[in-house]
């Protein structure tokens, strides 16, 4: 080697050793608290910390959905500050995804500004019985489809079965192609602690249901690894771990290992990986320990 190169090898080693060694990923940096991102034509996807949702802003109208503000009113503040920097036209429609308060609580700056709520019939329901105060109750119910249409968009919303609700309902941009489905198909992950108002087995069918739809791209509640959007694949892959869950917990529950034995020894390694895999696969067994081992 010539001894000019061998300098420049050297100082290249020292550079990379001083600094970090070559093979460790860069320090993710922190994600701002808040993004919008334009995923098509008038079509929107707004992060507030790890909840998301799709708007969709014409010229002539908007229509949000979830205003994912639950104990934090700025959210839907700087949710319509962000529509408004893509235009002034009036917010139609605010659509709720399903009645859980993380998702939907914080609606009323949407109410004042015009918007029509929007929920499935059961959401309602729920939502007169509980009077959660920060809730806006739905004027507008859906049962099993309606379609929305603003600025020549469209947007269906359809009821695919109880699933991680009894009242989910996902939103379809049939010419886009894209779905916006919350909570019920979460992207790479398991599912939230011990899948508290869950409907087995009619999740398995929802998801068939979702997988029967026309899209390319998943708008998911919360964002995926990366902050990626999701695909069909992400739907199966859910889909095959509540299977292999459902299948290993059926065994267990069959030896009378339900519920602590079970939460305590079943592994799934396949599904390591997944974000929140450590801290609520225990939870995931318990509801498929109360179904296989109770009947519930
Ligand atoms: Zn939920």
């Given at each position: 080697?010539?001894?000019?190169?061998?300098?420049?090898?050297?100082?290249?080693m020292s550079t990379l050793s001083s600094a970090q060694t070559p093979n460790a990923p860069p320090?993710?940096?922190?994600?701002?608290?808040?993004?919008?991102?334009?995923?098509?034509?008038?079509?929107?996807?707004?992060?507030?910390?790890?909840?998301?949702?799709?708007?969709?802003?014409?010229?002539?109208?908007?229509?949000?959905?979830?205003?994912?503000?639950?104990?934090r009113p700025q959210a839907a503040q700087t949710y319509i500050a962000e529509i408004r920097k893509?235009?002034?036209?009036?917010i139609k429609y605010l659509v709720y995804s399903h009645h859980h308060y993380d998702h939907i609580?914080?609606?009323?700056?949407?109410?004042?500004?015009?918007?029509?709520?929007?929920?499935?019939?059961?959401?309602?329901?729920?939502?007169?019985?509980?009077?959660?105060?920060?809730?806006?109750?739905?004027?507008?119910?859906?049962?099993?489809?309606?379609?929305?249409?603003?600025?020549?968009?469209?947007?269906?919303?359809?009821?695919?079965?109880?699933?991680?609700?009894?009242?989910?309902?996902?939103?379809?941009?049939?010419?886009?192609?894209?779905?916006?489905?919350?909570?019920?198909?979460?992207?790479?992950?398991?599912?939230?602690?011990?899948?508290?108002?869950?409907?087995?087995?009619?999740?398995?069918?929802?998801?068939?249901?979702?997988?029967?739809?026309?899209?390319?791209?998943?708008?998911?509640?919360?964002?995926?690894?990366?902050?990626?959007?999701?695909?069909?694949?992400?739907?199966?892959?859910?889909?095959?771990?509540?299977?292999?869950?459902?299948?290993?917990?059926?065994?267990?529950?069959?030896?009378?290992?339900?519920?602590?034995?079970?939460?305590?020894?079943?592994?799934?390694?396949?599904?390591?990986?997944?974000?929140?895999?450590?801290?609520?696969?225990?939870?995931?067994?318990?509801?498929?320990?109360?179904?296989?081992?109770?009947?519930?």
């Amino acid at each position: 080697m010539p001894p000019a190169l061998a300098v420049f090898a050297l100082v290249a080693m020292s550079t990379l050793s001083s600094a970090q060694t070559p093979n460790a990923p860069p320090a993710p940096a922190s994600p701002p608290l808040f993004a919008t991102t334009k995923i098509a034509d008038n079509v929107y996807v707004f992060r507030y910390g790890g909840h998301q949702s799709m708007f969709i802003a014409t010229p002539e109208g908007v229509i949000a959905t979830d205003p994912i503000a639950y104990q934090r009113p700025q959210a839907a503040q700087t949710y319509i500050a962000e529509i408004r920097k893509i235009t002034p036209a009036p917010i139609k429609y605010l659509v709720y995804s399903h009645h859980h308060y993380d998702h939907i609580a914080g609606g009323k700056p949407f109410r004042d500004a015009g918007a029509l709520v929007v929920a499935h019939k059961n959401a309602r329901a729920k939502l007169e019985a509980l009077k959660y105060p920060d809730v806006v109750l739905p004027d507008m119910v859906v049962d099993q489809y309606s379609t929305l249409e603003v600025g020549g968009m469209r947007v269906d919303l359809i009821y695919v079965g109880r699933n991680h609700s009894d009242n989910s309902l996902v939103m379809l941009l049939p010419k886009e192609k894209i779905l916006f489905a919350v909570d019920f198909i979460p992207i790479q992950d398991v599912m939230w602690r011990d899948m508290p108002d869950s409907y087995l087995p009619d999740w398995f069918d929802s998801l068939d249901r979702v997988l029967a739809l026309d899209f390319n791209v998943l708008i998911p509640g919360h964002p995926g690894p990366g902050g990626r959007m999701g695909t069909k694949d992400d739907v199966r892959a859910a889909k095959q771990y509540l299977t292999d869950l459902s299948n290993a917990t059926r065994e267990l529950a069959d030896q009378g290992k339900c519920f602590d034995d079970a939460m305590k020894s079943l592994k799934l390694p396949k599904y390591e990986n997944w974000p929140s895999y450590g801290r609520y696969l225990p939870g995931n067994i318990e509801r498929f320990c109360e179904y296989w081992g109770r009947g519930i």
